[in-house]
């Protein structure tokens, strides 16, 4: 059986040791980029191997690409070969946040053809709390190959957005939350606001109380009622570098909705031209 969206931690707790599947930890925090590494260090599901949101799931910033760029497809196949992870292998991520920085890894594999990925609903946190094992030990990762299948059509660029606004039928969909959406309190990017005609559905409205994503009957309404009719295929995804987006991406997979895109750049890399439009308020 193929996962390419949710595995409970029960499910997962089946296959510790098995050689077909490759768990990451992608645990992270923003305003403390090593602290996933240390959490890493300090205990993970065992076979895990850590991924960095920085320095594996991003390129080189250049101050106008956004704080989050997508890699090279090609180096980042090779980095995937040297985490273990071939075409063949079953990839679940996970991390400690309800599960961007994880989705941010699910998007990437499929972006480059790999559909058996999947991230554990609830993330470390369910682990833990369904008391799994854990372990410090840093498994020993045999290299392998990973052919990449880049996908078109799943991302989008700054020109490719800018195109589209103020036509009827796209739909901007921004996952930050309200206060940033809105142009308040903001504290990760350079200008406030947000790109006209967007629409606000913050990631974490993906997930019940227990940090694990709500049903695909709960999703399915939720995102019917945001989409108003609109093909899944209209609906492009941002926030703020391109990684909470990708929660927005996988719950809508969950709900049966597949097909939408990913702004990779998303407002950090829109809003570092002045020329572009932003929009202040607005829910």
């Not at 895990?48 to 390129?59: E, I």
């Not at 594999?109 to 058996?116: E, Y």
């Not at 995102?223 to 719950?251: D, K, M």
């Not at 709900?255 to 895109?261: I, P, R, T, V």
Request: hydrophobic share 40%; net charge positive.
């Amino acid at each position: 059986m193929t996962f390419s969206t949710l595995i409970s931690a029960t499910e997962l707790a089946r296959h510790l040791g098995d050689a077909a599947w490759v768990v990451c930890d992608c645990r992270h925090d923003l305003a403390d980029t090593g602290a996933g590494r240390r959490a890493y260090a300090e205990s993970h599901i065992p076979g895990a191997r850590f991924v960095h949101l920085d320095k594996d799931l991003s390129a080189r910033k250049t101050g106008r690409n956004g704080r989050h760029p997508l890699p090279d497809p090609d180096k980042f196949a090779h980095r995937l070969g040297e985490l273990g992870i071939a075409n063949g292998k079953q990839v679940v991520a996970y991390d400690a946040s309800g599960g961007p920085y994880a989705a941010r890894l699910w998007w990437m594999l499929r972006w480059l053809g790999h559909d058996a990925a999947a991230v554990l609903d609830g993330g470390w946190n369910a682990w833990v709390k369904d008391q799994h094992p854990v372990t410090n030990q840093v498994p020993k990762i045999g290299a392998a190959r990973f052919a990449p299948r880049p996908r078109t059509g799943v991302a989008v660029d700054a020109k490719a957005v800018a195109a589209r606004l103020g036509k009827p039928g796209p739909l901007l969909l921004d996952a930050r939350i309200p206060g940033r959406f809105r142009g308040e309190n903001e504290t990760l990017d350079p200008v406030a606001g947000h790109i006209p005609g967007a629409m606000n559905r913050p990631w974490q409205l993906n997930l019940e109380t227990d940090g694990r994503f709500k049903t695909t009957v709960e999703l399915r309404k939720e995102f019917g009622e945001t989409l108003a009719g609109r093909a899944p295929e209209q609906v492009t995804h941002y926030c703020g570098s391109g990684v909470t987006a990708c929660h927005n991406l996988l719950a809508m997979e969950v709900a049966g909705f597949a097909g939408s895109k990913l702004y990779p750049g998303s407002w950090s890399e829109w809003c570092s031209d002045p020329s572009r439009p932003i929009a202040i308020s607005d829910s």
